[in-house]
């Protein structure tokens, strides 16, 4: 009988088999993606995928002489289809509002002859105007309802009026855009392990804990590295003359 691995080196192996799988990550959830409705974020899918590969990674005995690749690849698809049927609660939540706000649409324009404003709207759907802007904005987002668009029976009433949020400007946009450049050049200037601390817990959405699973470190040592990491970013913003995104505007 083979002699239990220390600790040490079984959390190498686990990290090593983390970091060699994560382009399998990549490669099954764009396969996923690819027969999704649009809004579903494919960064999402990866992210849950990311997850089921820690999982497998755990929980993998190569004793059982069966590959790491053909375990993991069922524990990060059963993880992205995991995400998928939550996600999926929302979206029957989401398409339950639309069909409920296109009922109250037609009935307000119906006994007003024209378009509803937001305040009738919110009224008619009992509820304040600012709520009724986030429904109009989470519909949006998950794509059902266009800006532009309207009922056939409605084509000579006026286009409703819904106001973007702040974010959605195209001058905030341009403004991030700028920003996230100019922070991914701040960053490259960062040691290699500060780069990945930075990548994992921004990009990747994994938590300490997880980033120093794959890297072989310590949650405390991930926030040393994460904290510094954002000092020097900052310090060489700074001595580029940005001290806010308004720098940039």
Wanted: hydrophobic residues 40%.
């Amino acid at each position: 009988m083979s002699k239990p691995r220390p600790p040490e080196a079984q959390n190498a192996e686990r990290d090593r088999l983390i970091l060699e799988h994560l382009p399998l990550v990549k490669a099954i959830a764009v396969r996923v993606h690819e027969n999704l409705p649009v809004h579903v974020d494919l960064d999402d899918l990866v992210h849950a995928g990311i997850l089921g590969l820690f999982d497998a990674a755990e929980k993998y005995r190569p004793e059982k002489n069966v590959a790491f690749s053909s375990y993991a690849k069922h524990r990060i698809k059963g993880a992205i289809l995991d995400s998928l049927r939550q996600l999926d609660w929302a979206s029957r939540d989401l398409r339950r509002r639309h069909k409920q706000v296109e009922a109250v649409t037609r009935e307000l324009s119906a006994a007003l002859q024209r378009n509803p404003t937001e305040a009738e709207m919110a009224e008619k759907m009992g509820v304040d105007v600012e709520r009724w802007r986030q429904m109009m904005a989470d519909l949006q987002c998950a794509g059902l309802i266009s800006l532009s668009g309207r009922h056939p029976d409605q084509e000579d009433l006026p286009l409703p009026d819904y106001p973007a949020k702040e974010d959605t400007h195209p001058d905030a946009i341009c403004v991030r855009g700028q920003m996230r450049n100019v922070l991914w050049g701040a960053m490259k200037k960062l040691p290699e392990r500060y780069q990945k601390v930075v990548v994992l817990y921004y990009s990747k959405d994994l938590t300490m804990r997880e980033i120093g699973g794959v890297l072989g470190i310590n949650e405390s040592r991930v926030s040393q590295i994460h904290k510094s990491a954002l000092a020097k970013m900052a310090c060489a913003l700074q001595s580029s003359g940005i001290y806010s995104s308004s720098a940039l505007m």
